[in-house]
């Protein structure tokens, strides 16, 4: 057992971090005692999933969702999610590939003359 302070160094996060998710109720609050309250090795674990979900890219509407599912009778749902995740980021691959690419034309144009403005900064300042 350990104080939210523990929990939150083992984790890598912040003490903010670790309340912020309670108070999403994506973790329990333990109940009071007479001194500090004291997190577990479940509360560990169920941190750990959400910044492993984090990391797949998913959000935590998403991730309380997931945890919500049986291991057992839901993997058809669990299967679905993952597969809207990778449609998702498939689609930001594509439009940061695109974005990258445009980048590069610019920073290509710009190193090819020294004469007239920057197209890097013509660019940007037209497109808002």
Do not use: H, N, W
Not at 19 to 32: E, K, M, T
Not at 40 to 49: A, V, Y
């Amino acid at each position: 057992m350990t104080t939210i302070g523990g929990l939150a160094r083992r984790c890598g996060v912040g003490v903010e971090t670790v309340r912020y998710y309670q108070r999403r109720g994506l973790l329990a609050v333990p109940g009071a005692t007479a001194g500090p309250r004291r997190y577990g090795p479940k509360d560990e674990r169920r941190l750990r999933f959400i910044r492993s979900g984090q990391a797949a890219g998913f959000t935590l509407d998403e991730i309380g969702a997931l945890m919500a599912l049986d291991a057992d009778e839901d993997r058809p749902r669990a299967r679905a999610m993952a597969r809207e995740r990778l449609a998702a980021l498939d689609a930001r691959i594509a439009q940061l590939t695109a974005t990258r690419a445009a980048l590069a034309r610019l920073a290509d144009a710009c190193s090819a003359s020294e004469d007239g403005p920057c197209p890097i900064l013509t660019a940007f300042d037209s497109a808002g």
